[in-house]
């Protein structure tokens, strides 16, 4: 069972759906949203670590979630599903600075095995429509929670498949897409000057 150095070793960069600008108000809340957005991705969050500082939260805090493949190879396993490979995904959790929320650092985005349902190396589209995808967009920008945006869309169509982890999901390609037009004109201000 040796995996270094096997050259088809299969890598997945996970590392664009984890990054977040948003500043999550609670480590329970950060914590149902990673799982939200593992959940969307055939990833299980697990919690490999939580530091409070004497028991209460403070500036010390962080909490480091990674993906339940980590940890060592465990051949006792007997479900190929669950089975470990030292996965090194890894996010870490800390407090703002300003002290508003909670931030979101992925350490490390990449997975040493493969997802279910996944093209490797591309994750998972959501299967929404343009006209979907613009009311979420649209919402989205207005602030309308990810549960309202879901219960919108079932009210203009009761068979609607999107659910709360799809309009996360959009909702952080949105935040990504702004933080690179942001970058773009950083870098034409710079060349400006
Ligand atoms: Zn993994």
Redesign the pocket.
């Known amino acids: 069972m040796a995996y270094l150095g096997d050259t088809s070793q299969i890598l997945v960069d996970t590392t664009y759906v984890f990054t977040t600008d948003q500043k999550i108000a609670t480590p329970d809340d950060v914590l149902t949203w990673a799982r939200d957005v593992g959940d969307a991705n055939k990833?299980g969050i697990i919690i490999t670590r939580s530091d409070k500082e004497n028991g209460i939260r403070g500036r010390n805090d962080k909490l480091i979630l990674g993906?339940?493949?980590?940890g060592k190879y465990d051949s006792s396993e007997s479900s190929t599903a669950s089975k470990k490979c030292n996965?090194p995904?890894k996010i870490r959790v800390a407090p703002s600075t300003d002290g508003s929320g909670w931030n979101v650092q992925v350490i490390h985005g990449v997975?040493?095995?493969g997802l279910p349902d996944q093209y490797h190396g591309h994750p998972r589209k959501a299967h929404l429509t343009a006209d979907v995808n613009k009311r979420v967009e649209d919402l989205t920008k207005s602030h309308v929670a990810p549960r309202h945006i879901v219960l919108d869309l079932k009210d203009q169509n009761p068979e609607s498949v999107v659910d709360a982890k799809h309009v996360y999901r959009k909702r952080h390609m949105m935040q990504k897409e702004e933080r690179d037009s942001r970058t773009e004109l950083q870098t034409l201000a710079v060349v400006v000057r």
């Open positions: 990833i993906c339940d493949k980590g996965c995904f997975h040493n095995h």
